[in-house]
């Protein structure tokens, strides 16, 4: 199957800090990657929906300058908490979805990000 | 919001026994996909049903289907203490969004 990898898997920072999480189509092209966010034993919250070469779509609530999203080619997307606080602390984890395909997401490992 | 509501929150069985978890949603879909994710990692695609179908299967995973109802279940049969990890329904619309998900806890 598709795989995707996602950098850091685990990062911890101070806070007013900056984090930078990419996360990357290895054997596929994703010209649409999706980010989202869990909170522990909760579900996936959908943040924002990045698309290859255009502006990324956020989701209701989402800060778009909080959380800066590139999608800079087919096959990378980054997600950048910027001045991190310690309530961004959370479970980041990216989807990729394969060009052409039936829908199915194939996931990141996720990133642990814990802000002092 | 989140589109898909799964029935348990939490499930513990017995190895062997067979597991049942729901899910419903409230808009019309294109498909509907359930995921598996283990504590603390991504989460693996385990099927996907469209919408016109009713039943599907792999391996000992069955899913159903009801568009009219807005539910569908998944049911692993044998289960094994591997199966132990949370189950998240997703529906594919206009975007992928996820349900809240039934952690599901093999008994040895």
């Known amino acids: 199957g598709a795989v995707v990898s996602q950098h850091p898997s685990r990062v911890i920072c101070k806070s007013g800090t900056s984090v930078k999480i990419e996360c990357r189509s290895l054997?596929?092209?994703?010209?649409?990657m999706f980010w989202y966010r869990q909170f522990p034993k909760k579900s996936l919250m959908l943040m924002a929906t990045?698309?290859?070469?255009?502006?990324?779509?956020?989701e209701q609530g989402v800060e778009k300058d909080k959380f800066l999203i590139n999608h800079a080619s087919l096959t990378l997307s980054t997600l950048t908490v910027t001045s991190a606080h310690p309530e961004d602390s959370s479970f980041y984890i990216c989807?990729?979805?394969?060009?052409?395909?039936?829908?199915?997401?194939?996931f990141g490992e996720g990133s642990r990000l814990t802000v002092l | 919001s989140q589109q898909g509501e799964e029935d348990p929150q939490a499930l513990s069985i017995q190895e062997g026994e067979n597991a049942t978890m729901n899910c419903s949603y409230k808009?019309?879909?294109?498909?509907l996909q359930w995921y598996r994710q283990n504590s603390g990692r991504g989460l693996v695609h385990l099927i996907l049903?469209?919408?016109?179908?009713r039943e599907k299967h792999s391996g000992r995973l069955r899913v159903t289907l009801d568009t009219s109802k807005k539910s569908s279940s998944l049911l692993i049969t044998a289960s094994r203490a591997a199966d132990t990890a949370s189950y998240f329904c997703?529906?594919?619309?206009?975007?992928?969004?996820f349900g809240k998900g039934t952690r599901l806890h093999i008994l040895p």
């Open positions: 990045s698309n290859e070469g255009s502006k990324a779509t956020y």
């Open positions: 054997d596929f092209q994703a010209t649409t």
């Open positions: 808009t019309s879909i294109n498909n």
């Open positions: 997703a529906t594919y619309g206009d975007k992928i969004i």
């Open positions: 989807s990729a979805r394969v060009r052409g395909g039936t829908g199915e997401l194939f």
């Open positions: 049903i469209r919408s016109n179908e």
